[in-house]
C-alpha cells in the first residue's frame, strides 16, 4: 500500500495564526483538493496528522473540529478524492503529549492503524515541526512553501533531505510522475 500523510493547515487548507477554529474559517488551498484526487487516482491512500492545540486551549471543540473536517471530506468528494483518516492532537505543549508533532506519535499511531513501516510513507508538511516529525518517524519527508512553508525556507530552517515544492499540487506531480518512472 502506498500511503502519504498530510498535514492539514497550510498544506490543504489556509492556515490562520488566530487558529482555524470552525467549518466557516476552513478554506482549501486552490489546487489541493485536486492534488489528493490525482493521488487518490494514482493508487496513494491519505492520511492527515494535524496538531489541533486550540482545542486543548479551549478556542473550539472536538463538534467543531468533526463539522470542519466533514466539511473538508465533502469538498473532496466533488473532486473525486478521499481521505482515508484524520489523526489529530488536541493537546497543548504544555500537556507534553506524545503525539503532538514535532513527536512523531501520531504517525506510529498511522502506521499501526493502517499496517505500513513509515520509511516507505511520504509526509508533507508546511512547518518546521512537521518536517522534525516526519524525520523522527523515518518518513520521506517533503515541505510545501504555502502555510508557514515559505518562512521556514527564508529563516534557513529546511533540513537536510528534505525536498521543498511549491505548494501541494507541484509536490503531487512529483511524486505521481516518480511513480510513473519506477
Ligand atoms: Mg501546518
Ligand atoms: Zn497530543
Not at 40 to 57: E, K, W
Not at 142 to 163: A, H, I, N, S, Y
Request: charged share 25%.
Amino acid at each position: 500500500m502506498k500511503l502519504i500523510i498530510l498535514d492539514r493547515d497550510g498544506v490543504i487548507n489556509e492556515d490562520s495564526d488566530e487558529y482555524v477554529k470552525s467549518h466557516h474559517e476552513w478554506r482549501a488551498i486552490p489546487g489541493s483538493l485536486e492534488a489528493i484526487a490525482r493521488l487518490n487516482q494514482n493508487g496513494y491512500r491519505i492520511v492527515v496528522a494535524t496538531n489541533q492545540s486550540g482545542i486543548g486551549r479551549g478556542l473550539f471543540d472536538m463538534s467543531a473540529l468533526n463539522v470542519m473536517h466533514a466539511k473538508m471530506h465533502r469538498a473532496l468528494a466533488t473532486v473525486g478524492g478521499k481521505i482515508d483518516a484524520v489523526f489529530f492532537c488536541p493537546h497543548t505543549p504544555e500537556d507534553q503529549c506524545d503525539c503532538r508533532k514535532p513527536k512523531p506519535g501520531l504517525f506510529q499511531q498511522i502506521a499501526k492503524r493502517f499496517g505500513v513501516e513509515l520509511g516507505q510513507t511520504t509526509m508533507i508538511g508546511d512547518s518546521d515541526r512537521d518536517l522534525a516529525a516526519g524525520l523522527a518517524a523515518g518518513c520521506e519527508v517533503m515541505l510545501v512553501r504555502t502555510g508557514k512553508g515559505e518562512r521556514v525556507v527564508l529563516d534557513g530552517k529546511v533540513p537536510e533531505g528534505v525536498q521543498v515544492f511549491d505548494n501541494l499540487a507541484t509536490a503531487v506531480d512529483h511524486l505521481v510522475t516518480r511513480g510513473e518512472r519506477v
